[in-house]
């Protein structure tokens, strides 16, 4: 570009800069300000808990469909604001995101509704869980909420600073002479640098409405929600809030000397917007386990030239607090590991959540921010036993924040955390192993005696941990079970996941943490022998991982085929195994994988035309035939039908009530049946099983550069090894170590 180019355009940037300046409403006085809040008063007099209330509901919310049903979850917290899909801006945005948690999602957003019922955050919000179960996470992704909301319209936020002016050269600021006089309505917020001498901020961030007179205030609040025909009640904030000490003192002087004249007083005001920034600590703090209180004050009279304040104001002298609970005025302050203080250190949150403010030295700091705090069990359950715990009970609100018991919201962890960092290919289903062997270590034994229905806990308790993830993952119904046994459990899927979650020892409190799998994957990426990152390599080293016991949860006792993790190595690696054959068949186009269905659908047609003694019309020989009596023997024959009569009949009165249930829709066999269509799948594939090893041996010995292959054989081969790159995302590395495992474990002789 030349340098006419380059001139123009820097000046069409300096426009767009300066137009979005003046569009924001950057810099405002006080009666612009008073503007803003007659407009829209619910969003010009919010405080931190209705702030962050109205940041949930920008971004809004949308219903997931889980195992249990449909759960809202907040789009917030996917993270999918000013981030495009595509590059590095989608890995953060799949790297930094909250995996399921929906239940936690709901109960904070129950409690920011309260606050705003209660008119302030008047409570601790207190996130407990294990070790790694996604509480910083949660935070972290309501503070970049915040962020992205505060740079929209709808999330506006305000402060004000004390402006005041030079008058001429060689003089102070004189506030009661004839040349210093304003026109009614003047301010000097908008006066340019060279013409402030001084400009003192409020350090904690006060509401501009502050500035009036508290019964001046409420009632204008009062007019301009009545006239907005606002419900609510505005909150305490700015309904009763006072200003800081500094502010006061700042206030009262000028108010002193300008006679009583409010007008004069509030032309030194400058309203100007603020944004949420976790980098530079505005609204946004996280405050570590130190041993402190965490705000101050400080002299800021003695950084400030005398002869540049008005004489009202030189005599003063002037402290503004510091420190994190400053920091975080407006939006969000973290308490990380707050139980691993001391609770001497952080007793002084007991005044501070009942009152809304912190003692200082020289003034009352008030407090506008959500508090939150994090804890593991272990700290949790010692607090809980202190004497102090029966004070803080009632000030805190607890959100529990167990390990995910989904492997489907576990797998999204690694997905996102993981797979970015490694340099070379991760094998498919590399993820989904690590998420299974993970969530399979925390699930606990259904207890029977814990149901209100006796036959939904006798079937509950029957499930094998690897039959409970299913469920709970997908919702998916062993076949084993026959009719009615799957209906209770397919009704029954929230009291299962449910069982125990009132007991301090629930499900979700201990196994893997994702911090152990994370080290474990990326071990297994470590590994410059191998070309891929692959289930392999990862089963390898979880084996190794069990053998030490360097974790709690390793030392657990087994309960039944519970809880024993050694044996939970071999239980993923096999239903990896079958993984790996079921796209092996489909790749191999021996198997069409809806012809199992096709049959079944077959079945039942002649088996209804057969039971009302009716014909049926054959499009091949275009003829009405009876039903095929041979069809049906062989179908019954494979799902095990000793009654084939009673067998028949049940078929027939299964589909009727489906009907009834879904009217005007086709009947969904797979969902109705799924435990014989799954027996017909496996019978059908056992059928042609030999032909599909071949195909996977002969893939095998392709990759290994086998000259013994013969044409036919190759070039069945290279289609299936198509399908399997092409559709199910191998590389010739991946594929060639799944293949091997696979024929290795079941094709060999």
Request: charged share 30%; hydrophobic share 40%.
């Amino acid at each position: 570009m030349s340098e006419g180019g380059l001139k123009t355009a820097l000046e069409t940037i300096r426009g767009e800069i300066k137009a979005r300046f003046e569009a924001q409403k950057r810099v405002l006085s006080f009666g612009e300000y008073l503007d803003l809040v007659q407009g829209n008063p619910r969003r010009y007099t919010r405080d931190a808990g209705r702030y962050l209330k109205d940041c949930m509901d920008f971004f809004g919310s949308y219903e997931v469909e889980r195992s249990t049903g449909k759960i809202k979850r907040w789009k917030l917290f996917d993270l999918e604001f000013g981030l495009d899909n595509s590059g590095h801006q989608a890995e953060l945005k799949l790297r930094d995101r909250l995996a399921g948690n929906e239940a936690a999602q709901e109960a904070f957003y129950r409690i920011l509704d309260g606050f705003e019922r209660e008119g302030r955050a008047n409570r601790l919000v207190m996130l407990h869980g294990p070790n790694g179960s996604a509480k910083s996470t949660f935070v972290a992704c309501l503070m970049r909420g915040l962020e992205a909301y505060s740079d929209t319209e709808d999330g506006a936020l305000y402060r004000f600073s004390w402006i005041f002016p030079r008058v001429r050269e060689g003089a102070g600021i004189g506030f009661a002479t004839s040349a210093d006089e304003l026109g009614q309505g003047d301010s000097f917020a908008h006066l340019p640098d060279e013409r402030i001498i001084a400009k003192l901020q409020s350090s904690v961030r006060e509401h501009p409405m502050l500035l009036l007179p508290r019964d001046v205030r409420q009632r204008l609040i009062a007019t301009v929600y009545e006239g907005a025909s606002l419900s609510e009640a505005a909150p305490d904030w700015v309904w009763t809030g006072q200003l800081g000490r500094k502010n006061q003192q700042i206030f009262q002087a000028l108010l002193t000397t300008y006679r009583g004249d409010l007008e004069r007083v509030l032309a030194h005001i400058q309203v100007e917007r603020f944004y949420i920034s976790r980098r530079y600590r505005v609204g946004a703090v996280t405050i570590g386990p130190q041993m402190s209180v965490d705000a101050s004050e400080r002299q800021i009279t003695a950084d400030r030239s005398i002869d540049s304040l008005p004489a009202s104001l030189s005599a003063l002298t002037l402290f503004e607090p510091y420190g994190e609970l400053v920091d975080a005025s407006g939006g969000i302050v973290e308490f990380s590991d707050l139980l691993k203080r001391p609770i001497e250190a952080w007793k002084y949150l007991l005044l501070a959540i009942e009152n809304g403010e912190v003692s200082l030295e020289m003034s009352n700091l008030p407090i506008n921010a959500v508090m939150l705090g994090s804890s593991n069990e272990l700290h949790l359950s010692a607090f809980r036993q202190h004497p102090e715990y029966n004070s803080f009970r009632g000030r805190m609100v607890r959100i529990r924040m167990p390990y995910l018991l989904d492997v489907h919201r576990e797998r999204e962890i690694y997905d996102g955390q993981i797979i970015p960092q490694i340099p070379k290919h991760v094998a498919p289903h590399t993820t989904y192993v690590a998420a299974l062997w993970s969530v399979l270590t925390r699930l606990r034994k259904p207890d029977a005696s814990q149901f209100a229905d006796s036959d939904l806990g006798t079937v509950a308790a029957s499930l094998t941990p690897l039959e409970k993830a299913d469920l709970l993952a997908d919702g998916l119904v062993p076949a084993r079970f026959d009719a009615d046994q799957g209906k209770i459990l397919a009704g029954g899927i929230e009291q299962v996941e449910l069982q125990g979650s009132m007991s301090s020892d629930y499900e979700g409190i201990n196994g893997a943490s994702p911090r152990e799998i994370r080290m474990l994957l990326l071990d297994a990426a470590a590994d410059f022998d191998e070309p891929c990152v692959s289930p392999v390599t990862f089963l390898s080293r979880l084996g190794y991982f069990c053998d030490r016991d360097d974790y709690e949860f390793l030392k657990e006792q087994p309960d039944g085929a519970y809880r024993d993790h050694r044996a939970f190595v071999d239980v993923v690696k096999e239903r990896w195994l079958d993984i790996v054959e079921s796209e092996l068949r489909a790749a191999s186009g021996l198997i069409d994988e809806r012809s199992h269905l096709g049959l079944f659908e077959r079945y039942v047609t002649h088996v209804s035309h057969w039971v009302k003694k009716e014909r049926l019309f054959n499009p091949v020989t275009g003829q009405d035939e009876d039903a095929d009596v041979d069809l049906m023997k062989s179908v019954e024959e494979k799902l095990g039908a000793d009654d084939a009569q009673g067998f028949r009949n049940e078929l027939l009165s299964g589909i009727a009530a489906w009907a009834i249930d879904h009217p005007e829709q086709d009947v969904d066999y797979e969902a109705l049946f799924p435990r014989y269509i799954e027996q017909l799948r496996q019978a059908y594939f056992d059928d042609r099983r030999g032909q599909v090893g071949e195909i996977g041996q002969a893939i095998v010995a392709m990759l290994e550069d086998d000259d013994t292959l013969d044409e036919d054989q190759r070039e069945a081969a290279q289609q299936a090894l198509q399908v399997l790159v092409g559709v199910y995302g191998y590389e010739r590395s991946s594929a060639k170590v799944a293949l091997g495992a696979l024929v290795d474990a079941r094709y060999r002789e």
